[in-house]
């Protein structure tokens, strides 16, 4: 499969936020309740792809996921570490989207920053093959941190020096 990753722009974010939407609606892999609108996915593209990056990676003209890097808390000391995350979309799982997006988005924040880390709602044995397989290790899980589905969930957290 051909891929093309790039930095997205306001014109991807209905793709985003349709490849988003089911994450939000019917899993607990985020722990937003409802999904964001393409107004706000657009603001977020801006923002983050300014201050960190974010990135789309297309297939024949069609999103096949995204990743961001985002801050990773607001105390300055903080301000070397950022937080990423990655969606693809199912039609284009199993299919190298994700080490794609992740190659690329990772070397672009090693020039600024130190350390990039991930949470990933557990179970999610996908996430967590995917995020060895680009070098990041488990640094610990908070224990019934987000209650979504109708169930207390743990998030497992990741971490690779960049």
Not at 2 to 24: H, K, M, N, S
Not at 60 to 73: E, I, V
Not at 95 to 100: D, E, P, S, T
Request: net charge neutral.
């Amino acid at each position: 499969m051909t891929l093309i990753v790039r930095p997205a722009d306001e014109r991807d974010a209905p793709g985003c936020a349709a490849i988003y939407a089911p994450f939000v609606r019917d899993t607990w892999v985020s722990f937003e309740l409802e999904p964001p609108s393409e107004a706000e996915m657009a603001l977020r593209i801006a923002e983050y792809g300014h201050s960190h990056a974010w990135l789309v990676a297309e297939h024949d003209g069609k999103l096949a996921g995204y990743a961001y890097g985002s801050p990773h808390r607001t105390r300055a000391a903080y301000g070397s570490s950022c937080d990423v995350a990655i969606y693809v979309d199912p039609g284009f799982r199993r299919h190298g989207v994700g080490r794609a997006l992740y190659g690329d988005l990772l070397a672009r924040l090693a020039g600024r920053y130190h350390a990039a880390f991930a949470g990933i709602a557990l179970p999610n044995d996908a996430s967590i093959g995917l995020h060895q397989a680009v070098g990041f290790t488990a640094v610990g899980v908070y224990r019934e941190v987000g209650w979504k589905l109708g169930a207390w969930r743990d998030v497992s957290w990741w971490q690779r020096l960049l």
